[in-house]
């Protein structure tokens, strides 16, 4: 996904699994079973995300809101011992895994308000109170929920005795053995001693990992410049930037502008400069938290059993061992890097100052990569990224755009304004054969202390209860330009793709309803998560689909048809550079969790750079790992691996589904009745193969790459 070609490592959680992720291994919802709690003092969610009213009075207005999301939170984990206290002989389904995914959806929702409270709230002292609250109920829920021993007796029990002698359906079942092979893989079934060392490092985790994220979403350090060190910059990106004392324009750690600076920017030393601060967020504040975190998690999976933390990480995924995610690499590894070494010969090429580009041994430097790739874009694709964002003017753009997943998924967009945490956010209610699936939430411009990426931030993937939905939540958090004086606010053709990209995420969020909560939506396994999402990309690959979504802010004309052309065959003027700079994420998300302690981080790095991706020059002021959030994301970890992964499915699912119409609500049908409307209820594996109608491959990977 092009996000990643971007994001030089701020780059946050492309879905937010945090620590919420942790929490919830084991939870899931079971709604039939809610009538049987009426008399509890409780809140249910699930019955309030039905009205933009009921979704304007989840989040909080103060202070006090917060803490009573967290008491609902608290009291929703003390139901716990409602299945810890029933009787042996009195266990049946739903008092057992039925009330724990009810618990785990009640729970997982609250988290998921203050998450995005934490991440967004424009207020310190709301986004401060909503990280303790979040802080101190990942520890709670990691005691009651995903490290409760009595729990695990109780369902073990029910397993044990019961279990085989009811009549369950497939997904009851699945959610079954894939909760006790949780229980078992988080260390339940240990002697005392070494579960309460477990604990001990679940909740040291915890911590550390929401601090790694905090440093880097608060880098509140700048850079400046006089205007004159910025030429080549595009004049929206110079319009919005603010204005220091000095009369010098200060930039800021947001991504977009970072980016803006690196693509465009003539003066090497600015553009130095910024890839400077760019490769140095959240550092050395990460640096000791990092450390700690590689030494923490590999403590844990030694006592848990396992070789390392890499291998227990694996274990539950599609690709399930270290070995075979090293094979993917090296078959995919070896023509990238030739096709990387062409791609730099013709940017060198092609740039006047190329003398001034590379080292003494004729390595790229890396300030200079960007520039070149654009600068090769420019000339020699007569691709300018800046002009053609004029053709994508933001409300135009999101409007066509969701045009595209109202034709090809057959759905409806309801769209209005609200007050949220924030004035004037969107809110989409999604509707499916007439039945509301349930909402999304954009807040899409940049702000001072907000989320500096894009993602998708869960509260609660719809179900489906006896046929019946129940409608669920999302919201799309991005920083997409703002308007400037002159002009509307103009999207990147990247940005474009992230748009569609995450609001792919918040889709699959609604369309994958199954009886199971924590089975449904996009709770699925992490090397699958990215796949549909990486899938969508490829719609703003067709000449069709860009002619239909482009329109000059002036002259309100569609993208000429050498520049749709050009644009077609965009992936592939830096596909192999684009999959190496993949594959060494992926290399280096491995080599820090495989086994071993206080491992030399910024060797491990260089190492994998240099063998990875030889061509561009070693920064030896590179700290990126230090901002890199999937890394310490108890989500990704050791499984960066999976965004190519899915890549290798996506585009075979994608050819399929070109054959039959990109706006084809037939195969957009299928789709979802084959894939992503199955949520997390079964082997992706089975999925892709019921979908393709016979086993996957990476053909279509390759011929799109251009390999
Ligand atoms: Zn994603």
């Known amino acids: 996904m092009k996000q990643f070609k971007i994001k030089y490592l701020i780059y946050g959680i492309s879905i937010v699994l945090t620590v919420i992720a942790l929490i919830i291994l084991i939870v899931s919802y079971q709604p039939n079973l809610f009538s049987k709690h009426k008399t509890m003092p409780l809140s249910q969610i699930y019955t309030k995300l039905k009205t933009s009213h009921d979704i304007i ?7 006090t809101d917060i803490d009573r999301i967290k008491a609902q939170s608290i009291a929703w984990l003390d139901q716990v011992t409602q299945i810890t206290d029933t009787p042996a002989t009195e266990q049946n389904y739903n008092n057992t895994f039925g009330l724990l995914d009810q618990i785990s959806y009640e729970f997982g929702a609250n988290c998921g308000v203050l998450n995005i409270i934490e991440n967004t709230h424009p207020d310190e002292a709301m986004r401060n109170t909503a990280q303790i609250a979040v802080l101190e109920l990942s520890n709670l829920a990691t005691l009651r929920l995903s490290l409760n021993k009595k729990l695990y007796q109780a369902l073990k029990n029910y397993t044990d005795n019961n279990y085989k002698l009811t009549k369950l359906s497939p997904q009851q079942s699945y959610f079954i053995e894939q909760t006790m092979a949780g229980f078992k893989r988080a260390g339940l079934n240990l002697p005392e001693q070494e579960f309460a060392k477990v604990q001990m490092l679940t909740q040291q985790l915890n911590k550390l990992t929401q601090e790694f994220s905090k440093n880097i979403n608060e880098e509140n350090r700048t850079i400046s410049f006089e205007l004159a060190e910025l030429a080549g910059t595009p004049k929206n990106t110079i319009d919005s930037l603010a204005k220091a004392a000095d009369d010098k324009l200060i930039v800021k750690a947001q991504h977009p502008t970072l980016v803006a600076i690196l693509d465009n920017c003539t003066i090497a030393e600015t553009r130095q400069k910024t890839f400077d601060f760019y490769v140095n967020i959240a550092y050395p ?54 096709k990387a070494a062409q791609e730099f010969k013709l940017f060198l090429a092609a740039e006047p100052q190329c003398a001034t580009m590379v080292n003494t041994d004729n390595q790229v430097l890396a300030w200079n990569v960007r520039y070149l790739k654009n600068n090769y874009r420019k000339h020699n694709l007569n691709l300018d990224m800046s002009k053609i964002s004029e053709y994508f003017p933001l409300d ?87 308007a400037t004086a002159d002009t509307p606010a103009l999207m990147t053709y990247d940005d474009v793709k992230t748009f569609f990209h995450e609001f792919g995420h918040a889709l699959h969020g609604l369309l994958g309803a199954t009886e199971i909560a924590s089975l449904s939506g996009y709770n699925v396994k992490t090397d699958f998560v990215e796949m549909p999402s990486q899938m969508l990309e490829n719609w703003l690959t067709d000449p069709e689909i860009l002619k239909l979504v482009s329109c000059h802010y002036q002259t309100e004309e569609p993208l000429l048809a050498a520049t749709i052309a050009a644009l077609v065959k965009l992936k592939q003027f830096d596909s192999g550079d684009f999959i190496c700079r993949q594959l060494c994420f992926a290399r280096m998300s491995l080599a820090y969790f495989k086994a071993g302690q206080n491992k030399d981080v910024q060797k491990i790095m260089f190492d994998i750079l240099a063998s990875t991706r030889p061509y561009v020059a070693l920064y030896q002021n590179d700290h990126m790992v230090e901002g890199w959030g999937h890394v310490a994301s108890s989500g990704y970890a050791a499984k960066y691996y999976g965004y190519m992964w899915s890549d290798v499915f996506a585009k075979d699912l994608f050819e399929k589904i070109k054959t039959g119409g990109l706006l084809n609500p037939v195969m957009g049908c299928e789709y979802i009745e084959k894939v992503i409307g199955k949520g997390g209820a079964q082997d992706p594996n089975e999925l892709i193969e019921d979908f393709l109608g016979r086993k996957p491959n990476q053909v279509a990977f390759m011929r799109s790459m251009g390999l």
């Not at 009075?57 to 202070?63: A, G, R, V, Y």
């Open 57 to 63: 009075n989840l989040f909080p207005k103060d202070l």
């Open 285 to 338: 504040k990460n640096q000791s938290i990092f450390q700690q975190i590689v030494n923490t998690r590999d403590e844990l999976a030694k006592v848990l059993g396992f070789a390392s933390y890499a291998d227990l990480d694996l274990d539950d995924q599609m690709a399930q061992n270290i070995t075979t995610v090293e094979s993917f690499i090296a078959s995919i590894i070896i023509p990238a890097q030739v």
């Open 396 to 482: 135009h753009t999101l409007n066509k755009l969701l045009e595209i997943y109202e034709k090809f998924m057959d759905l409806k967009f309801k769209r209005q304004t609200v007050n949220l945490w924030y004035p004037n956010l969107e809110l989409l209610e999604v509707y499916r054969n007439n039945r509301l699936m349930g909402h999304i939430i954009l807040d899409l411009h940049p702000r001072e202390n907000k989320y500096n990426h894009a993602a998708c931030f869960p509260v609660a993937p719809t179900i489906k209860i006896d046929q019946q939905i129940v409608p669920g939540l999302n919201a799309v958090i991005a920083n997409f330009p703002q």
